[in-house]
Structure formats: C-alpha cells, structure tokens
Nanobody, 111 residues
Framework: QVQLVESGGGLVQTGGSLRLSCSAS????????FGWYRQAPEKQRELVATISRYGVTNYADPLKGRFTISRDNDEGKVYLQMNSLKPEDTAVYYCSTANIWGQGTQVTVSS
C-alpha cells in the first residue's frame, strides 16, 4: 500500500522559510515522479512543483526562485524548500505521486 506522509508545516512570519518533507513508502521510489501541490481556503488545489525520476524539476511560474523541490532516493523522501514566504503562500501543502495524495501539512504565513 502506497503511503505519503507530509511534515514540516507550521506558522512563519512573512519573509521566513520552511522545509516540507514527504516520506513515501510502499512503492519503488526511484521510479516515480513526485509533485507538491497546495490548496488555500476557498481556492482550487494548484501545482507548486514537480520532480521527475531523473531529478528534472518544474515549478509554477509565480513560485520560481523562491521554492525548491528536491528528492533523496536513498531516504525515500521529497522536499520542498520555501523561502521568502508571503501571506498568500498560506495553504495546505500536499505531496502526490501516481494520483496518490498525502494528508497534507498546513503552512501559515503571518503578515
């Protein structure tokens, strides 16, 4: 059974940083592409970033330069480094692969 568990969310002030982690189990980690998505209150879920099995990354245009996705194939983890956070980054952040989703981790950025 594939399981994704996100962690690392929390409350941070504007301009601060957070590093989210996604631990994956029950799959051949190295073979999968992973993505981070987010959903703010009363908004649709949106793409944040993806990373292919080869480490090729893709970002939502507005987030380029502030967010960095990475993976550790040995640890079976995917990370999202978020810098220069803004109140509009407040959302639940989800890890996903192959249409499987984690439970999400809340990120709140105070102004």
């Amino acid at each position: 059974q594939v399981q994704l568990v996100e962690s690392g969310g929390g409350l941070v002030q504007t301009g601060g940083s957070l590093r989210l982690s996604c631990s994956a189990s029950g799959l051949l980690f190295r073979a999968n592409e992973f993505g981070w998505y987010r959903q703010a209150p009363e908004k649709q879920r949106e793409l944040v970033a993806t990373i292919s099995r080869y480490g090729v990354t893709n970002y939502a245009d507005p987030l380029k330069g502030r967010f960095t996705i990475s993976r550790d194939n040995d640890e079976g983890k995917v990370y999202l480094q978020m810098n220069s956070l803004k109140p509009e980054d407040t959302a639940v952040y989800y890890c996903s692969t192959a249409n499987i989703w984690g439970q999400g981790t809340q990120v709140t950025v105070s102004s």
